[in-house]
């Protein structure tokens, strides 16, 4: 059960990400469409686990791996945008939500 200040900064850093990956798409990922779905923060608010859907998803290997070999370009960009609301910008890991994924293959085992 996540409390109401993880809720507010797991929005919070979930907004700012996906405004960085808008100023930086082009730059970084190219063609490829990357979209934050979900963030998990710690209870201590120290570590934040970033979850992205890439469209096409043949990128989302390449896309991921990109994005964890510069955390540290994403964190310090994070840092300039929450630090008056945050004491300490958490430590980041981007991992890939491949749900969509999973509901297209459903789909088609249902229909055949």
Not at 18 to 26: A, Q
Not at 79 to 88: A, E, I, M, W, Y
Not at 107 to 112: A, D, F, P, V
Request: no cysteine; hydrophobic share 40%; charged share 30%.
């Amino acid at each position: 059960m996540f409390t109401e200040r993880q809720n507010k900064v797991s929005r919070l850093i979930q907004k700012d990400i996906s405004d960085i990956f808008t100023s930086h798409g082009r730059e970084w990922f190219g063609g490829a469409m990357v979209t934050v779905t979900v963030v998990r923060i710690s209870k201590d608010l120290s570590n934040a686990k970033i979850y992205i859907s890439v469209f096409p998803s043949e990128k989302a290997d390449s896309t991921i791996e990109f994005l964890n070999a510069n955390i540290s370009k994403v964190r310090f960009e994070l840092g300039n945008r929450v630090r008056h609301q945050l004491k300490k910008v958490p430590e980041i890991k981007f991992y890939l939500d491949d749900s969509l994924d999973h509901i297209d293959r459903i789909n088609e085992l249902l229909n055949g």
